[in-house]
């Protein structure tokens, strides 16, 4: 099938440019300890994990127990949730996992512990433990190495439970634009996250990874970083946000449009905010650079395109954010050129629980 | 069920202000001319759409081909797509449900009519169709009573299609706060309306309808209005953008979310921007007035909420926007006080084309 004749707006994902970025990632993590775990939230497709997994990825980071439940019945025998588990309900699924696939789960709170603790020892399975620190994205995570410490003492108090070391995601600094700023406070992130690892140590518990990190802030990594586990996800398709980065992957996704309607001094495309979304940028149209618009809910409004334009016209739009835009999509199409070269499933669109 | 077990976060739908919000409605259209075709695009589920028809509603307005499938699908027999169909296969499914419901579509360009007109030609069906008149939104739409009538007279020459009145949706005004300003473009608008039509019966083509309006402008309606289908949607629900309006209508939307960290100074919730949208207002939290916030894609931080909060506690948003909030999941629970007494499914979730 060509492009030409698929119907819009629809997703798209370039595949010379989405190879091209795993390649990229190659690249960085050659002479580096850290070893990619990319985080399942930006593509949310099994598709995508198994040629992740092919370049060598240690396991995949997700965000939800629907989203590791989805890794699981694909296949992926190494899950991270990097994120807590303290519903009940959610535990008792949680467990399930953990005896079928090598399952982390992250904490930040003594009764949690003991929760998962009593839930893993009446399913007989052994849960793999990261201690949630908070290296200034202000959200979970306990503040102090003494904290940490009081928790891995928690953690290895249990037997079904199994202390495997730090996640420490400083997720503020991903989207910083000056490369300096970012840089200074990377290394000064990699010396706290260091000083941490040394102290819960020297209490006599080995941290086997040191996890976090993103597409943002991998290139700035030291090559003696302390970090063991890379959960970056957006790298593989990029969006409009993380392009005022200047990083060295490419955009990959688009949002494909046609024209609807022209009007005087107008144009109005077929797509608009139920499919992309606005928590971060707004999209940028790659192929009509500085046009103003404006977004309705089904419609962008090109305001003066600068070139003649008709009814059906194709119109590619960057998302603002790859992550929750691929969240709203049943699959994505994947092109080359101008043909229709294969078709994705995003697996895990919507699971939120 | 009862609320305290259901995962969150997920979308509820509060019964009792969900069913005022009809009666509201009722009452509002009592003594106007206007009778209600109810959006689509802002519940995309038939469970209501089965509600707003026994309240009386004349047909199911919707955006997308795709959407009108659905309701076709699900037994509604007239069915307004309020947006143009232009790209050559959207048409060809707009004949197939031609064939089996009283359907209209929107025009505004010569082109779009002749290519309908051949293709309800060649499948023996008839379209209605409304031309469209812009009145400041800046969308489709053509500006001028000489345009409207030319392609009125387009319309009019094709024996497959029928001329049926004009589309002239002001969604400029349907988020306009100060009450006095939106009443009086309100009546602008009316003026304006009224003028074409008049000039548009006048060229010997009388306008059965008049479409358009919305949940933020329908109590400024006059009783003359001379609109006929009031397309409100986002009213079955009310989202914290509306809230701005003062409008009759009562949140009945919320995202149910739980507390997953309970830090010092700070109280972290288990659901963020892929549970809600941000293309208007950001979402309000009613339970803990002017506490501040800050959103991640799975996490909603409280910043010193003012009460002691323990892990796995309630916490209800409301979204910035019902309409692109419920597109984006799969169902909404029904409750009514701490029950959960139904599970409605969001039929047409994600049908952008």
Redo the contacts between chains.
């Keep these: 099938m060509k492009i030409a004749?698929i119907?819009?707006?629809?997703l798209v994902v370039d595949r010379p440019a989405f190879e091209e970025n795993l390649r990229i990632m190659d690249g960085l993590l050659s002479k580096s300890p850290m070893t990619l775990y990319p985080h399942y939230?930006s593509n949310k497709c099994l598709e995508i994990v198994r040629r992740q997994l092919a370049h060598g990825a240690g396991g995949i980071t997700c965000?939800?127990v629907s989203e590791a439940e989805d890794l699981v019945a694909g296949g992926v025998r190494t899950v991270v949730l990097a994120?807590?588990v303290?519903?009940?309900?959610?535990i008792a699924r949680l467990m399930a996992l953990a005896g079928k696939v090598d399952l982390t789960v992250c904490v930040?709170?003594a009764?949690?512990v003991a929760a998962l603790a009593r839930a893993a020892a009446a399913a007989d399975v052994r849960l793999k433990v990261l201690v949630e620190f908070?290296v200034g994205l202000?959200?979970?995570?306990?503040?102090t190495a003494d904290e940490v410490i009081a928790l891995v003492q928690a953690v290895a108090r249990c037997p079904h439970l199994a202390f495997d070391g730090i996640q420490a995601y400083a997720?503020q600094l991903s989207h910083e634009t000056d490369a300096a700023v970012r840089r200074t406070a990377v290394l000064e992130t990699e010396r706290r996250v260091r000083e941490l690892k040394a102290a819960v140590e020297a209490a006599g518990f080995p941290c086997r990874h040191i996890a976090g990190g993103s597409t943002g802030t991998v290139a700035d990594k030291p090559a003696d970083t302390p970090y063991t586990q890379l959960q970056a996800g957006s790298y593989v398709f990029m969006d409009s946000t993380y392009a005022e980065l200047a990083l060295p992957f490419r955009p990959s996704l688009y949002l494909l449009t046609?024209?609807?309607?022209?009007?005087?001094g107008?144009v109005?495309l077929?797509?608009g905010?139920?499919?992309f979304?606005?928590?971060q940028h707004a999209p940028v149209l790659p192929d009509l650079p500085g046009v103003r618009f404006?977004?309705?809910?089904?419609?962008t409004?090109l305001f003066s395109p600068g070139r003649e334009m008709r009814?059906?016209d194709l119109v590619r739009l960057i998302p603002g954010h790859c992550?929750?835009t691929v969240?709203?999509?049943?699959r994505l199409l994947v092109v080359e050129g101008d043909a229709v070269v294969d078709e994705w499933r995003i697996t895990s669109?919507?699971r939120?629980?």
């Design positions: 004749n119907e819009t707006p629809v939230k965000a939800k994120n807590q303290v519903q009940p309900e959610k930040d709170d009764a949690n908070e202000n959200r979970c995570g306990v503040a997720g046609r024209v609807l309607s022209v009007r005087p107008r109005i077929d797509g905010v139920k499919s979304t606005m928590d404006e977004l309705n809910e089904e419609h409004i009814l059906n992550c929750t969240n709203g999509h049943d669109r919507g939120a629980q």
